[in-house]
C-alpha cells in the first residue's frame, strides 16, 4: 500500500514531467503571441514611426486620448478613444461578429443535425460540406468578387433573369450592400467549421437516450429542446467563443471585397490602414492594443454570463 508521502511525491513527479512537456509549447507561445502582444503595447505608448521603429519616444497614453488646453481656453482631445473613425470601426466589427456568428451558429447547428443522421452517402455529404471552410479565405474572397461584380457578376446576372431585381447592383461597392456582401460571404464560408463542431458534439451524446424517448414518444421537437440542447451546450459554447474571437479580428475577406469602405472597415483594417499606409506606427499599434482588450473582454462576459467550463471537469 502507497504511504502518503510516496503518493505526494509521485504526484510531484508528474506535474514536473508535465511541465516539462508543456515547455516548449509554452516557449512557442511566448515568441509568436505574448513577445509580439507586449511589443504592441510598448509602441503604442510611444511616438513611433513605420520608418523608424528604433527611434520613437515615450509619450504615454497620448496614442489613446491627449487633452490639450489653447491659450483661449479651448480645450482639444486627440487619440484613438476620440477618433470617430475607430469608433465606426469598432460598430462595424461588433455588428459584423453579431450577424455572422448568430447566422453561423444557427445554420451550422441545422447542417450538424442533418449530417448527424442515418443516410446513404453521409461520408460524401460530410466532406462536401467542408468544402467552403477549406477553401483558403483570400482565394474566396476573390472568388467572390467576380460573382458579385456589378457589371459581369453571376450574382446579378441571376437575379437579373429570376426578375428579382430590375438594374444591377454594386454590391461591394455601394454603402448599402458592402456589409451584406461581406457577411453572405463569411457565412457561406464559416458555417461549414460551426457544423463540424457542434457535430462533434453530438456524436457524444448516448444514443440510448433517444431510444428512450423515442419508447416514450416524446415530440421530436420536445427532445431536442429538452434532450439534445443542454448536453450538447459544452460544445456549443466553445464553437461561438472561437468564431466569436475569430470575427472580431476579420481583416482579410473585408480588405480583399471592400478596400477603404467607411461601411465595412473594421479594427483590424483600420489599424493596419493607420500602421502602414498612413506610417502612423504607434497609432495603429494603440488600435490593435484596444483590439485586444476588446476581444478579451467580449469573450470574457460570454464566458462568464453563459457559465462556459473549459476546464472539462463538467463533463467527467
Do not use: C, H
Request: glycine share 6%; hydrophobic share 55%; charged share 15%.
Amino acid at each position: 500500500m502507497a504511504t502518503k508521502d510516496g503518493g505526494i511525491s509521485l504526484s510531484r513527479q508528474r506535474q514536473r514531467a508535465a511541465f516539462w512537456f508543456l515547455a516548449p509549447m509554452l516557449a512557442a507561445l511566448f515568441l509568436v503571441a505574448a513577445w509580439p502582444l507586449l511589443r504592441t503595447i510598448w509602441f503604442s505608448l510611444t511616438d513611433t514611426l513605420l520608418s523608424d521603429l528604433y527611434g520613437g519616444e515615450w509619450i504615454g497614453f497620448n496614442n489613446y486620448l491627449s487633452i490639450r488646453t489653447l491659450e483661449s481656453g479651448r480645450v482639444i482631445y486627440r487619440g484613438t478613444l476620440v477618433d470617430p473613425a475607430w469608433w465606426n470601426a469598432v460598430w462595424n466589427t461588433v455588428r459584423f461578429a453579431f450577424v455572422s456568428v448568430l447566422f453561423e451558429t444557427l445554420l451550422g447547428l441545422i447542417v450538424a443535425l442533418v449530417l448527424n443522421a442515418e443516410f446513404k452517402g453521409r461520408g460524401l455529404v460530410r466532406a462536401a460540406i467542408l468544402i467552403p471552410w477549406a477553401i483558403p479565405t483570400i482565394v474566396s474572397a476573390k472568388m467572390w468578387a467576380w460573382m458579385l461584380n456589378d457589371q459581369f457578376g453571376i450574382i446579378n446576372d441571376m437575379m437579373l433573369n429570376l426578375g428579382l431585381i430590375d438594374q444591377k447592383i454594386a454590391w461591394t461597392a455601394s454603402v448599402d450592400t458592402a456589409m451584406y456582401a461581406v457577411l453572405m460571404v463569411d457565412i457561406w464560408k464559416t458555417t461549414p467549421f460551426m457544423a463540424l463542431l457542434i457535430l462533434a458534439g453530438l456524436q457524444m451524446v448516448p444514443r440510448d437516450i433517444y431510444e428512450a424517448a423515442r419508447l416514450d414518444g416524446i415530440n421530436p421537437v420536445r427532445v431536442f429542446f429538452k434532450i439534445t440542447l443542454p448536453l450538447i451546450r459544452p460544445a456549443l459554447a466553445v464553437a461561438i467563443i472561437f468564431r466569436m474571437l475569430d470575427a472580431l479580428r476579420i481583416f482579410d475577406l473585408v480588405y480583399v471585397l471592400t478596400p477603404n469602405s467607411a461601411a465595412t472597415k473594421t479594427m483590424s483594417v483600420i489599424s493596419r490602414e493607420n500602421m502602414i499606409d498612413f506610417d502612423k506606427f504607434a497609432y495603429g499599434a494603440a488600435q490593435s492594443t484596444l483590439l485586444f482588450a476588446i476581444i478579451a473582454i467580449f469573450v470574457s462576459l460570454y464566458i462568464w454570463l453563459g457559465k462556459v467550463d473549459l476546464s472539462g471537469e463538467g463533463q467527467r
